[in-house]
């Protein structure tokens, strides 16, 4: 079936660094990703869609100068946060659309945890 | 506006017991797909089931069957003979529309609780 690797599962980070969350799938051409972020106890709330070779459509309420997005491959999209800072600490998961079924084929990465200390 | 609503935060189900874990949903668009995820504490996203909107029969999936009520907007997930491993928290999502870049959007949740 089709995987998604997400990568890191989990990153600390000091306030101000950057740090980059990568999101490939392994067996198949990821047309679109999909990028959600999640609080603790709380839903997964989308951040972003992005095509590879076009820019990201950023959600209402999402800096898109915090949360670069890049699909520069078919099988490769990463989120970059920029100058994290302790309240952007949270579970970041992708999502990959791209393969059979076709209605409902979205595959889940393994999602990734980000504490800014 | 919440276009998936999930009224119930926790649920406590006994064992071997089926559960109804409820759904609705508010769209205009004819076309749309419902989901169920279980997201244990690990964090991953398992699929569970999907209903799309011009299918005629509730989606099953062994213990799990989707009661996909259109006229009432509702697609509430069932789930027979509870095991102590469906302890998780439960999505329903919905997708509107039918192109490649169609989001899905999830209801805040349920955390349902199997108790042995």
């Known amino acids: 079936g089709a995987v998604v690797s997400q990568h890191p599962s989990w990153v600390i980070c000091k306030s101000g660094t950057s740090v980059k969350i990568e999101c490939r799938s392994l067996d198949f051409q990821a047309t679109t990703m999909f990028w959600y972020r999640q609080f603790p106890k709380q839903s997964l709330m989308l951040m972003a869609t992005?095509?590879?070779?076009?820019?990201?459509?950023?959600e209402q309420g999402v800096e898109k100068d915090k949360f670069l997005i890049n699909h520069a491959s078919l099988t490769l999209s990463t989120l970059t946060v920029t100058s994290a800072h302790p309240e952007d600490s949270s579970f970041y998961i992708c999502s990959a659309r791209g393969h059979p079924p076709w209605d409902y084929g979205y595959t889940f990465g393994s999602g990734t945890r980000l504490t800014v200390v | 506006a919440q276009k998936i609503t999930q009224t119930q935060p926790g649920m406590f189900v006994q064992e071997k017991e089926a559960v109804t874990l409820d759904c609705t949903y508010d769209t205009s668009d004819p076309s749309y797909g419902l989901f169920w995820y279980k997201q244990p504490s690990s964090g991953e996203m398992i699929f569970l089931i999907y209903?799309?909107?011009?299918?005629?029969q509730n989606a099953t999936e062994g213990r799990y069957s989707l009661n996909f009520q259109k006229a009432r907007k509702s697609a509430n997930l069932v789930i027979s003979a509870s095991q102590l491993g469906d302890s998780a928290m439960y999505f329903c999502?919905?997708?509107?529309?039918?192109?490649?870049?169609?989001?899905?959007?999830f209801g805040k949740g349920t955390r349902l609780h199997i108790l042995p």
């Open positions: 209903q799309g909107s011009y299918d005629q």
């Open positions: 992005s095509n590879e070779g076009s820019k990201a459509t950023y």
């Open positions: 999502a919905m997708r509107e529309g039918v192109n490649r870049d169609d989001k899905i959007i």
